[in-house]
C-alpha cells in the first residue's frame, strides 16, 4: 500500500533552518511528483512547491523562493524539504503529498501524516 | 493569488444535505476541471474526497459529490453522518505566474 512517512517534529530557533524528509513506498517513486504544502496553527493549507523525483526538476511558489529547497534520493526514495531563515510564522504542520507525474492529474491522493515545525526563540 | 473563498462554517442535522461552495477567479476554477476537495479531520493529514470536479477516488462515500458553475466549485454532503463533521478545503490547480496550486480557506463542517 503506499505510505508517506514524514520525519518527527522539530523545534527550531529564528533564523535557522529546517530540513523535514517524506519516506516513499507502495509505488514507483519516479512516477509521480512530491509536492509540499503547509498549515499553520488554525489556519488553511497552502501549497509550496513541487520535485519532480525523475530529474531533480523544481518549482516553487513565489512566496517561498530563495528560503525552500526541495531535494531527493531516489536510492531511499525519500523527498526532502529544506526551509531556510525561519521566522516565527513558518510555524506549522508540513505535509508531504503526491501528484501523478505525467498523467492529466491535478490533485494530490496520498498525504504524509505532517511534520509539526516550531519556530520559536 | 489569494485563496478561493469558502463558508467558514456550515452546519447540519444527521441526515439532511449540506453544501460548501468553493469561489475563485478564471484562471483558477473557472479556467479549468481541475477542482478538488479534501476532507481533514483534527491532527490528521487531508484526505481526498472529490477530484477533478466530480470524480470520487475508490473508496470514498457517493454521499460526497462535486458540481461547478463558473468561477464556484461546490461539494454536497448528502445523507450527513457524525464522522462527516470535520474541515473541508476544496483546491485548484492555477494559471498564476506565482504557484501551481491555489487551495480554499477551508470550511468546518458540524453535525448537530
Known amino acids: 500500500q503506499v505510505q508517506l512517512v514524514q520525519s518527527g517534529a522539530e523545534v527550531k530557533k529564528p533564523g535557522a533552518s529546517v530540513k523535514v524528509s517524506c519516506k516513499a513506498s507502495g509505488y514507483t517513486f519516479t512516477t509521480y511528483s512530491m509536492h509540499w504544502v503547509r498549515q499553520a496553527p488554525g489556519q488553511g493549507l497552502e501549497w509550496m512547491g513541487w520535485?519532480?523525483?525523475?530529474?531533480?526538476?523544481?518549482n516553487y511558489a513565489q512566496k517561498f523562493q530563495g528560503r525552500v529547497t526541495m531535494t531527493r534520493d531516489t536510492s531511499i526514495t525519500t523527498a526532502y524539504m529544506e526551509l531556510s531563515r525561519l521566522r516565527s510564522d513558518d510555524t506549522a504542520v508540513y505535509y508531504c503529498a503526491r501528484k501523478h507525474r505525467t498523467r492529466e492529474e491535478y490533485y494530490f491522493d496520498y498525504w504524509g501524516q505532517g511534520t509539526l515545525v516550531t519556530v520559536s526563540s | 493569488q489569494s485563496a478561493l473563498t469558502q463558508p467558514a462554517s456550515v452546519s447540519g442535522s444527521p441526515g439532511q444535505s449540506i453544501t460548501i461552495s468553493c469561489t475563485g477567479t478564471g484562471r483558477d476554477v473557472g479556467g479549468y476541471n481541475y477542482v478538488s476537495w479534501y476532507q481533514q479531520h483534527p491532527g490528521k493529514a487531508p484526505k481526498l474526497i472529490i477530484f477533478?470536479?466530480?470524480n470520487r477516488p475508490s473508496g470514498v462515500s457517493n454521499r460526497f459529490s462535486g458540481s461547478k458553475s463558473g468561477n464556484t466549485a461546490s461539494l454536497t454532503i448528502s445523507g450527513l453522518q457524525a464522522e462527516d463533521e470535520a474541515d473541508y478545503y476544496c483546491?485548484?490547480?492555477?494559471?498564476?505566474?506565482?504557484?501551481?496550486?491555489?487551495f480554499g480557506t477551508g470550511t468546518k463542517v458540524t453535525v448537530l
Open positions: 477533478d470536479v466530480s
Open positions: 520535485i519532480n523525483p525523475n530529474s531533480g526538476g523544481t
Open positions: 483546491s485548484s490547480y492555477t494559471s498564476s505566474t506565482t504557484l501551481d496550486y491555489v
